[in-house]
């Protein structure tokens, strides 16, 4: 391989810098569950690990330190702190020898120009999958527990509080089910977990395809869903979402890699008017070059392989998303309780 083609890759745009200053820039790639980006709140630490202070229901982050740093405030009488690691999200891939060869022909800032758009889209590529993980990771945050692709437990919350999660059950295929007042009460649950916060006056309750199947057909139901849309339902995919006791309803079905984010019947009711309730804490990559530099949610590096045989590209991010009050958020049963 002719050694100028090889030096394009040595110059400041293909640095770790500038490669993670570029991603970080890019539009959302993969939209799953956007209103997820939405409700969590996204923040930069120095660590890996991060601590947070328990007191009763309530969790506070707290960044866990570097040796020989000043601490953090003591936690008072009746809390603890209690420390998680952010989790290593990597995904590799490249440029092969053939691609790199092709520009030749170019030369200069021609073929300079058309190796960082072959960069660029290879980034792309891997960054959706990253976006998509994290996004499960943060509804794993909702329910209380994260997990694998292959649907294993990698962070009970839950169990690590020794906090119970709150279930609401809405009996949607009983006639007789007073659908508006257990709607009322599977609020007040989560007012109530919210507690000193703030207000939860706007909610949103992310639907299974079972569920919103089940919720929108429902008695008691149908007729304040039929008067909510104004007949919208004639000319439009009623699943977009329609407001009903001040609750967004939508159905949230996202499938990647096979796997549903939400189990089949349930529902999440979530409080969307906390601010800083949820939260995704971003730790910087494992490159020696940016030890201590305070985390950004994506990394790119680039090197060029052994034996010159074209480009190794990785993408990555190491977040934490947690929910600072686990049991505001309500799992809704279409089912009558057990």
């Known amino acids: 391989m002719p050694q100028d083609i090889m030096d394009i890759f040595n110059g400041d745009p293909w640095s770790t810098a500038s490669l993670t200053a570029k991603i970080n820039e890019q539009p959302e790639g993969q939209a799953v569950n956007s209103w997820l980006d939405r409700l969590f709140t996204e923040t930069g630490i120095t660590s890996t690990t991060v601590a947070v202070e328990r007191n009763q229901d309530s969790l506070e982050l707290v960044t866990v330190g570097d040796r020989g740093s000043y601490g953090s405030t003591k936690a008072q009488a009746g809390r603890d702190l209690v420390p998680f690691s952010t989790f290593h999200l990597p995904r590799h891939g490249g440029i092969n020898a053939d691609q790199v060869l092709s520009l030749r022909a170019l030369g200069g800032e021609e073929a300079g120009d058309a190796a960082m758009q072959l960069a660029e889209a290879e980034i792309a590529r891997l960054r959706k999958d990253i976006e998509a993980t994290i996004n499960f990771h943060r509804l794993g945050a909702l329910a209380g527990r994260i997990l694998n692709p292959d649907m294993s437990v990698i962070l009970d919350i839950n169990q690590r509080f020794g906090v119970q999660p709150q279930n609401h059950y809405l009996d949607l295929t009983n006639p007789a089910s007073e659908i508006g007042i257990k709607i009322l009460a599977a609020k007040r649950k989560s007012e109530d977990a919210v507690g000193d916060l703030g207000s939860a006056t706007r909610y949103i309750a992310a639907c299974s ?82 030890v201590s530099i305070i985390g950004v949610p994506f990394y790119a590096k680039q090197e060029v392989r052994r034996m010159g045989k074209g480009i190794d590209i990785e993408v990555q991010s190491n977040p934490l998303s947690l929910n600072k009050r686990p049991r505001s958020v309500i799992t809704l049963h279409s089912s009558a309780a057990p």
């Open 209 to 290: 395809r079972t569920y919103y199947d089940d919720l929108i057909v429902a008695d008691g139901f149908k007729e304040a869903f039929a008067r909510a849309q104004d007949g919208a339902q004639f000319r439009n995919d009623t699943r977009s979402g329609f407001v009903y006791m001040g609750i967004e309803w939508i159905e949230a079905h996202s499938n990647v890699g096979g796997v549903t984010f939400i189990d089949e019947g349930t529902a999440l009711l979530v409080p969307t008017s906390i601010p800083d309730l949820f939260v995704t804490s971003f730790a910087p990559a494992d490159y020696v070059d940016l």
